[in-house]
């Protein structure tokens, strides 16, 4: 379905996927993971993350978009589209995971996984196409910083999924 089969994704492609993948999380009302839920001091504020992640995606999407177009080019193309495919499952989950479940372990390990992947996802690409890795970088390094906070944030809430107590006080 790539390039060398004559189909082109396009930008209208990208934005019915971002929709869809942002679906769960522009429905929910769910805002905060639990009752009595402590915020990191690390966290940035509310506002940020729509922003960053906005910004994230539409980066993002653009270099998924280019490889899907430029397949020939890529070495570990199916790799890459499988990677790829597990970030944006985690992207598209998080919300559910972290303030519907109200799971920050899980939240972590979304948060963990997405930054793994999309460096792996660099390193793969980064020899066949800099543009592309280039614009998966925001997003490892926003999730570098998020999965610092993560931690510091299960240490200082129980986790109502798992049972556990916080480790640390606020």
Known sequence: MGGDAGFRV????????????NA??????????FPG???SPL????????????????????GDVRMINTRHRIWDYDVLVALQLCTWVLYASFSYVYFTLGSPILALVWTVLFFVLTVVSITLVRHN??????????????TAFASVVAV???????????????????
């Open 10 to 21: 396009r930008w209208w492609h990208a934005v019915v996927f971002w929709l869809a993948v």
């Open 24 to 33: 769960y999380s522009a429905l929910s009302d769910d805002r905060v993971p």
């Open 37 to 39: 839920h402590v915020e």
């Open 43 to 62: 966290q940035p504020p509310a506002i940020a993350f729509p922003i960053a992640w906005f910004s994230i995606t539409i980066v993002q999407l653009w």
């Open 129 to 142: 196409d800099r543009a592309i890795a280039l614009s998966w970088l925001p997003g490892a390094l926003w």
């Open 152 to 170: 510091h944030t299960v240490l200082i809430n129980p986790d109502p999924l798992f049972g556990t107590a916080a480790l640390l006080p606020p």
